[in-house]
């Protein structure tokens, strides 16, 4: 008596324990400095050499020396004296330091809530245009190309308190009475604000249609056969849309508000009454308050104490929206 084994249900039955597959030839092959040679790293590194040093001496050498000298006493010109951490401790101290932390988050909220929003809007609209949007969009960055010295002191002249100033004229058009601007510690932080909006806004503008032009156009048909106006599309396909964005362009923007210099410096100078006093306008008075030179021990302290926490608030941020700006 033969048995006969059919050979297509042999073929069905698996092993129950398959060997594991063979290692290839890259896993056993093991990267030596021979190999790396001859894989044409040593001339990776010869042709990223030049860039790598131009980096560290130019970018992270003054980082260290700025570290180094927030433990000393000096004004570049004596000789240093290691002070150790008195540096941190008479910034800490100073009762100036709450004020221009006050006003620099002041300016960041009024530079949030203003700044923020607008060059969103202007962008959408923008994006609406069916003729002349390359007109518009040069328009829009058009203060960009401004130079920003050049347009502070083009605003202090606009920003004229007398009733002749060109503002307080054109308020006088409406039955508006002139406003003190940059001379009263009321109106003069956010008419600094106002002119920082208008220099830096058309930036983000630009950002904002580059990534409109990403979004699907099925998405708009799509609402707009469930019936969506303008409004519910921005709120319910645009700003979803630009999601991602707008996470990244908020937190640049904390990051530039809470270094503001140029327009307290230029316009007001810190005035009036400290009004206008920044964390960025404070480091340059411990630096250059007279003509033989500050305390740049002082300086470099209040400095790294700011880098440190943008630092850490940029480290936050990115972990709490993580999820936000993905899903």
Known sequence: MTTTIDPDAATDVAPRHPSPPAPTAD????????????????????????????????????IA?????????????????WVGLDNFARVLSDPNLGTAVLNTLYFAGLALVFGFPLPILMAVLMSEVRRGKGLY??????????????????WKVFYNASPDGVFNTVLG???IPPQPWLQSSATAMPSLVIEATWAAAGGSIII????????PPELYDAAEVDGAGIWRKIWHVTLPQLRGILFIMLILQVIGTAQVFLEPYLFTGGGPNNSTLTVLLLIYRYAFQNSLGGDYGEATALSLMLAIFLGLLSWLYFKLTDRWSTN
């Open 27 to 62: 896993r056993r092959r093991r990267r030596s400095p021979v190999t790396w040679v001859r894989g044409g790293g040593l001339w990776n590194l010869v042709f990223l050499a030049p860039m790598l040093i131009v980096f560290g001496v130019f970018s992270w050498g003054p």
């Open 137 to 154: 969009s040069a328009l829009a960055y058009l203060p960009v190309v401004v130079p920003p010295v050049v347009a502070v002191l083009l």
């Open 173 to 175: 058009w409406v039955g």
């Open 65 to 81: 020396q700025a570290v180094v000298m927030s433990f000393q006493k000096t004004n570049l010109i004596t000789p240093p004296v």
């Open 208 to 215: 904002y249609l580059a990534a409109l032009i990403a979004v």
